[in-house]
């Protein structure tokens, strides 16, 4: 079973930086991608960033230059580093991975971009 554990939310102002962390319980090399998707109240869930197996990322056209997605192996992690913050960023973020056909998702965690 694959349990995915995220971290790192909170409020923060315009042009800050915030960045998210997604433990996995299973080997991440194991999974094809993993990613990061968020959801705004009242919109659907999008995605944001993932990463493939060999280590080529993918980015939304709204975050790319400002988010970066990595992993650490030896840590079972993927992180995803958020600069220049905006308040249309603000979102319910989940990580994702994908195996064997099956989508698995974390709990969320709140990013709040205010003043």
């Known amino acids: 079973q694959v349990q995915l554990v995220e971290s790192g939310g909170g409020l923060v102002q315009p042009g800050g930086s915030l960045r998210l962390s997604c433990a996995a319980s299973?080997?991440?090399?194991?999974?094809?991608?993993m990613g990061w998707f968020r959801q705004a109240p009242g919109k659907q869930r999008v995605l944001v960033a993932t990463i493939t197996n060999d280590g080529a990322p993918n980015y939304a056209v709204s975050v790319k230059g400002r988010f970066t997605i990595s992993r650490d192996y030896a840590k079972n992690t993927v992180y995803l580093q958020m600069n220049s913050l905006k308040p249309e960023d603000t979102a319910m973020y989940y990580c994702n991975a994908f195996l064997a056909y099956t989508d698995y998702w974390g709990q969320g965690t709140q990013v709040t971009v205010s003043s």
């Open positions: 299973g080997t991440i090399v194991s999974f094809n991608r």
